[in-house]
């Protein structure tokens, strides 16, 4: 039976998923007292959020302290919709946190709101230093992803506070209450 690097690193993703989330269960919950409801649940790194609602922070916090926070895209394995068990490395903006995870969205440079078919679940957010090739950026607004810290590869760039403000009003009412 060979066993092929995709399915090894499906595995190790899934086993470093669960020990994160046993990590988590026992650690304490320390949020921020700004909160707003938002969604919820207990999912592994870059999976979407869960049904169960929890009180979460959303704000445009970026430090240059080395850690990921809100206001910065960072670079993540995110697991595909219709798929989870695979996936690829892509950029992710941060928008909040919820207890020790973090709350993203992410990004593509597939142009999809300057076509004949405008596409409402993605917003434009231009060019940054995110994308080495300088391709303007959407960020899919309908995903919420939670995210461990360490499972953040590396940190791309700080979005200027206007485009992080146009991102979060931009998200649908049902996402966050």
């Not at 607004?141 to 206007?162: F, K, M, N, Q, T």
């Amino acid at each position: 039976m060979a066993i092929t690097l995709r399915s090894l690193l499906s595995l190790a993703r899934r086993v470093v998923s669960a020990a994160e989330r046993e990590q988590s269960r026992q650690a304490p919950d320390r949020r921020s007292p700004r909160k707003s409801s938002g969604p919820t649940g207990r999912a592994t790194p870059g999976r979407p959020a869960e049904s169960r609602r929890r009180a979460v922070s959303l704000a445009y916090s970026p430090s240059s302290d080395g850690n990921p926070d809100p206001g910065e895209i960072v670079w993540m394995w995110v697991p595909y919709e219709d798929d989870p068990a695979q996936g690829k490395d892509r950029p992710v903006l941060l928008i909040g946190r919820d207890g020790h995870d973090l709350l993203g969205l992410m990004l593509t440079s597939r142009d999809r709101n300057n076509t004949r078919e405008h596409d409402d679940r993605y917003i434009d957010i231009g060019t940054g230093a995110w994308d080495r090739q300088g391709r303007p950026s959407e960020v899919k607004v309908d995903r919420i992803l939670r995210v461990a810290p360490a499972g953040i590869r590396r940190e791309g760039a700080v979005l200027p506070r206007d485009r992080f403000e146009r991102v979060v009003a931009a998200l649908p009412d049902h996402l966050l209450g």
